[in-house]
């Protein structure tokens, strides 16, 4: 079993930063890709960045330039550097991964418990 801890969520100014992380504990085959998800208040819950354990990286278009994704492999942990934030990003930010257990199983999605960003105009 999986579990994923995020951290780093929090209330901050518009053009503000700040830097969210989720550690994925427990053993497995794999833990690729590491992503992160975004769901504001009456919207559907979207993708914000996602990467490989090979570093490739991809990017809703209403972030890039503004966030940044990273992982730790060694740690089975991923970032968001999130800088110049703006209202509209406000919303509880979810970790995601996908996990094979062993070599010959399929991937499982496992999902953090997300964590509130709010930025103030």
């Known amino acids: 079993q999986v579990q994923l801890v995020e951290s780093g969520g929090g209330l901050v100014q518009a053009g503000g930063s700040l830097r969210l992380a989720c550690a994925a504990s427990?053993?497995?085959?794999?833990?690729?890709?590491m992503a992160w998800y975004r769901q504001a208040p009456g919207k559907q819950r979207e993708l914000v960045a996602r990467i490989s354990s090979s570093s490739f990286t991809n990017y809703a278009d209403s972030v890039k330039g503004r966030f940044t994704i990273s992982r730790d492999n060694a740690k089975n942990t991923v970032y968001l550097q999130m800088n110049n934030l703006k209202p509209e990003d406000t919303a509880v930010y979810y970790c995601?991964?996908?996990?094979?257990?062993?070599?010959?199983?399929?991937?499982?999605?496992?999902w953090g418990q997300g964590t509130q960003v709010t930025v103030s105009s």
């Open positions: 995601n991964a996908d996990v094979k257990m062993t070599p010959w199983s399929t991937s499982r999605s496992y």
């Open positions: 427990g053993s497995a085959f794999s833990i690729d890709p």
